[in-house]
């Protein structure tokens, strides 16, 4: 939502956020210079940006006219299943924490064309200790770090990124656990150029998004999460 737009929700009024769910006795009210982008579980995409108030049967006629891509009904199909909590993913989440998948960021199987990687996890406010592991497979050398976060970035100068452009990473609540029987996600990385060439498969969903009203950067994260292209 861009500005301030109202969902009624048993005749009582309050500004609407992301993730709402609007249902058939639902109204939402746009306000002047406001918009608001609803998706539907079937991937579509819908701009509201003339001021006044609609039901569901209203909502339904502002389907983005310019959304075409297949990429692009996908990635609102993984935000629908993000936002309901019906992903796979999401259900793990409260069923911490040894052995459990707790990676982010960056996905499984991304490539990433940035100096600088990040990684992010998921935590619970019951742990105080959280150990990521970053693995080489071609030398074996395993890389530990301690954090009391949930965010902790490296740079690819650091030695474990030496003799290999594809590595494997973890994060666990233990500090020294078997490293046979934890997930790890892989990722490789890819200079400017590679990152640039495949961002070109993606030209059409990144018009799709930009036409939208996407930024910038909600691109890229949107690549990232979805299509496992990071930067």
Known sequence: AKGISLIELKSKERPIKKGDLIAKD???????????????????????????????NNLINF??????????????????????????????????????????????KAKIGSSRIAFEWETDTSIDTYYLFVRN??????????????????????????????????????????????????FTLIDKTKFQ????????FISDLESLGFSEGEIEDALCKTYSLCK
Do not use: C
């Open 63 to 108: 389907k983005a006219s310019k959304q075409k891509s297949s990429f692009t009904a996908e990635y609102f199909k993984h935000i629908w299943n993000e936002l309901k909590n019906s992903s796979v993913d999401k259900a793990l989440i409260a069923g911490v924490f040894r052995g459990e998948t707790l990676m982010i960021y960056p996905p499984d």
């Open 197 to 204: 060439e495949l961002k070109t498969e993606y030209q059409e």
């Open 26 to 56: 639902n109204h939402v009210k746009i306000l002047p210079n406001s918009e608001v982008t609803a998706i539907d579980n079937l991937g579509n995409a819908y701009t509201i940006n003339v001021e006044g108030t609609y039901n569901l």
């Open 137 to 186: 497979p071609i030398t074996d050398e395993v890389l530990k770090i301690e954090t009391n976060g949930s965010k902790l970035a490296l740079f690819n100068d650091n030695s474990i990124f030496y003799d290999s452009d594809t590595f494997e990473w973890t994060v666990s609540a233990e500090a020294f656990p078997n490293l046979n029987n934890i997930p790890f996600y892989s």
